[in-house]
């Protein structure tokens, strides 16, 4: 209710505080002696003291008006003009500018992958590339095939294949019926994809005995 009042008591006023107010805005304008911006109380003590310490004649000329200064400060003006600079800066052919401004997407792995990789080398996605055909057919894609087809040093390539892998599921037989805890976890070893082929091909053949029985 009060926020109703306030805002009615505000259009009410309104139509005074905006009458005659462009001639008023022009008085106010054309006044000589304006009233001055407040100083703060420890800057009017300096001014203050300076003053009283001056000489009655700079006392005087204080209180006065000098038509010298005014015509000067009236003559005084600013002009502003763009001026190319004399020593203009020069790319350099060595390093030049980016030219494409086109948005680019993140990267999947976090960084842009190069254009040419040098022999011995492999870029992160040909390297999880590489070891999901080895978890998934390990007699076809063997370390030494992979080192041949990937230029890779075989002995490195061995490492790699033993030490690194892609997530895989871990679950036990009868996943469905056993609850998984950390215990349980530990005594269970890794799924490896044709295993994982076998779950699902057990789950399908769960289902359609399970039809059978119903129908």
Same mark, same amino acid.
């Given at each position: 209710?009060?926020? *109703?009042?306030?805002?009615?008591?505000?259009?009410?006023?309104?139509?005074?505080?905006?009458?005659?107010?462009?001639?008023?805005? $022009?008085?106010?304008?054309?006044?000589?002696?304006?009233?001055?911006?407040?100083? $703060?109380?420890?800057?009017?003590?300096?001014?203050?003291?300076?003053?009283?310490?001056?000489?009655?004649?700079?006392?005087?000329?204080?209180?006065?008006?000098?038509?010298?200064? &005014?015509?000067?400060?009236?003559?005084?003006? *600013?002009?502003?003009?763009?001026?190319?600079?004399?020593?203009?800066?020069?790319?350099?052919?060595?390093?030049?500018?980016? *030219?494409?401004?086109?948005? $680019?997407?993140?990267?999947?792995?976090?960084?842009?992958?190069?254009?040419?990789?040098?022999?011995?080398?492999?870029?992160?996605?040909?390297? &999880?590339?590489?070891?999901?055909?080895?978890?998934?057919?390990?007699? *076809?894609?063997?370390?030494?095939?992979?080192?041949?087809?990937?230029?890779?040093?075989?002995?490195?390539?061995?490492?790699?294949?033993?030490?690194?892998?892609?997530? &895989?599921?871990?679950?036990?037989?009868?996943?469905?019926?056993?609850?998984?805890?950390?215990?349980?976890?530990?005594?269970?070893?890794?799924?490896?994809?044709?295993?994982?082929?076998?779950?699902?091909?057990?789950?399908?053949?769960?289902?359609?005995?399970?039809?059978?029985?119903?129908?």
């Amino acid at each position: 209710m009060g926020k *109703v009042i306030s805002s009615l008591g505000k259009r009410a006023i309104r139509p005074f505080k905006e009458f005659n107010l462009e001639a008023r805005s $022009h008085k106010e304008i054309l006044k000589e002696n304006r009233v001055t911006s407040p100083w $703060h109380e420890s800057t009017a003590k300096i001014i203050k003291d300076s003053i009283r310490s001056q000489p009655d004649e700079v006392k005087k000329r204080l209180k006065e008006k000098d038509d010298i200064l &005014v015509d000067r400060l009236k003559k005084v003006y *600013v002009t502003s003009k763009d001026v190319q600079p004399q020593n203009p800066i020069e790319g350099d052919p060595s390093r030049p500018l980016p *030219v494409d401004r086109n948005v $680019h997407l993140n990267p999947e792995f976090g960084y842009f992958e190069p254009k040419s990789v040098p022999y011995g080398k492999i870029t992160l996605r040909d390297f &999880v590339e590489v070891v999901s055909k080895h978890q998934q057919d390990p007699e *076809v894609w063997t370390p030494k095939k992979i080192s041949y087809e990937y230029k890779l040093d075989t002995a490195l390539t061995e490492k790699l294949l033993r030490h690194f892998r892609t997530f &895989v599921l871990i679950a036990p037989k009868d996943y469905k019926t056993t609850k998984i805890t950390q215990s349980t976890l530990k005594t269970i070893p890794s799924t490896t994809p044709d295993s994982l082929k076998q779950l699902s091909q057990d789950d399908s053949e769960e289902e359609r005995t399970k039809s059978k029985g119903k129908s």
